[in-house]
């Protein structure tokens, strides 16, 4: 059997070829027909270059057709898909093309200078730009090429792409996720969310993150599910185009800015049947006040680079606040310490197991094997409980974890405190070095508007009532707004090398 997962997204939505695929508001529709040629230019492109199955490409591109075009023709090819977050400096990227060694590196157009000669100086066969418009004169070469009907025969143990990690421990690590991988996370949660032909997704996400890539991707036209295509998020954008929608996914930010919004009502989101928030934790306050506005209840999921979706909120029944829900079909999850596998509400580090996780490390077997355990789970480094029902919550990262006087401290039980105190508007917290304590926990936070203000007196007012006396913060911390990367997710290690010393 072959396992390609372009293969298996051809094979769903091949009786849908006439249906509009991809919308771009005021620019153009593509039909699941159309896109299905337009990988196949793409797959002719890259075989003219001499790419075969198992080379390597890597792209700094903005999300477009041709974005998407490029990853499925990899996908078609059998060839190693790499994209790179568009924010990334020189420096990272220099670091990526030498991990790597890709056959191919596309460019946007406008960096074409420094990264031609990177890539000259780095021995990289192929170098291309490609910009987001049709005038584009590399996307017009392409396109006259004849499509290559293409389904390289790829077995579920073979690499579809490498993504690298955030990166914050030391440097980025690759990776590789498999095409067994990716169809089975796909079938999954088309089956979990209820994906069918008549849905239609809002995309506002990035595509080189898994989130926008393949959670949202692969499930809509594994589902043949219709795709409106935003080139970024932009709220008045999003507004005018959740009318036609019945699916959004983002990231807790988005839900943040659409629910204090006037204009976000009812009319709005009438067709809508699912909200789907993920890439990083969502708070108590956000999921309460949408659900107050909309009678939505926003359904989050938890996943990894590593591992894709693992867990997810529930369609039908409860989506309890602050979790992040049940495994995914034929996933295992449990929590463990120390070696030892705990029993039902005890707090531990998370390891999951199923088809779903990825490969390794791209040349790093140590890594690699520093991650699995000898019975074959991998190591999330992600705090959590399980409950008797198997649902799954979260405390936060075990590398965040602050102890202080001997006490473990976990920064996201003081956090969803925090962000329910009236004039708070979101927190982070961090351990810095304290004389007497070794470590101890101190809150970065960011009003909720500057009329509301509130005093450190009154904060710890609340948290003396709920918290134990080690776990309050030593020191409040007022910022604008807290470093997040391109996801959502808090960038911690910043805060922490900020105000390393400021409890000494």
Known sequence: MNHNLYKILYENFKLDLDKICIEIPDYKKLSFKDLDILSAHFASFLYDLGLKKGDRMIC?????????????????????????????????????????????????????DDFENMCSKLDVPFFKTIGTKDNDPVLIEILSMDPLNIFENC???????????????????????THGNLSSNALALKEIWGFTNEDVLLHALPIFHVH??????????????????????KIDDVIENLA??????????????????EVFGEKVYKNMRLFISGSAPLTEKTF????????????????????GMI?????????IKGTVGFPLPKVKIRATKEGKILSEDEKGVIEVKGPNVFNGYWRMKEKTKEEFTEDGFFITGDVGQIDKTGRLTLSGRSSDMIISGGFNVYPKEIEIILNTIPGIKESAIIGVKHSDLGESPIAILVRDSKE??????????????????????????????????????????NLRIKYEKILL
């Not at 078609?76 to 030498?98: A, Q, W």
């Open 212 to 233: 926008g890539l393949f959670v949202a991707l692969n499930t809509a036209l594994l589902s043949a599910s219709k795709i409106i295509f935003l080139e970024k998020f």
């Open 60 to 112: 700094q591109i903005d999300k477009s057709l041709s974005a998407i075009g490029l990853y499925l023709a990899c996908l078609r090819m059998g060839v190693i898909y790499t994209p790179l977050n568009t924010s990334y400096t020189n420096d990272e990227v220099e670091y990526f093309i030498k991990n790597i060694e890709p056959k191919l590196f596309f460019s946007k157009p406008k960096l074409d």
């Open 452 to 493: 509301q203000e509130i005093s450190d007196n009154d904060i710890t007012d609340v948290l003396n009532g709920k918290l134990a006396k080690f776990k309050i913060p030593k020191s409040f911390i007022w910022i604008d707004k807290l470093p997040v990367n391109a996801m959502g997710k808090v960038q911690k290690k």
């Open 155 to 177: 077995n579920d143990q073979d690499v579809a792409a490498i993504l690298f990690t955030s990166g914050t421990t030391g440097k980025s690590k690759g990776a590789m996720i």
């Open 288 to 307: 309460k006040e949408f659900k107050k506005k909309t009678n939505h209840s926003i359904l989050e999921r938890y996943g990894m680079t590593e591992t």
């Open 311 to 319: 867990t997810s909120n529930p369609l039908d029944g409860d989506r």
């Open 244 to 261: 036609k929608s019945t699916v959004m996914m983002g990231v807790p930010t988005y839900y943040n800015r659409l629910v204090n919004e």
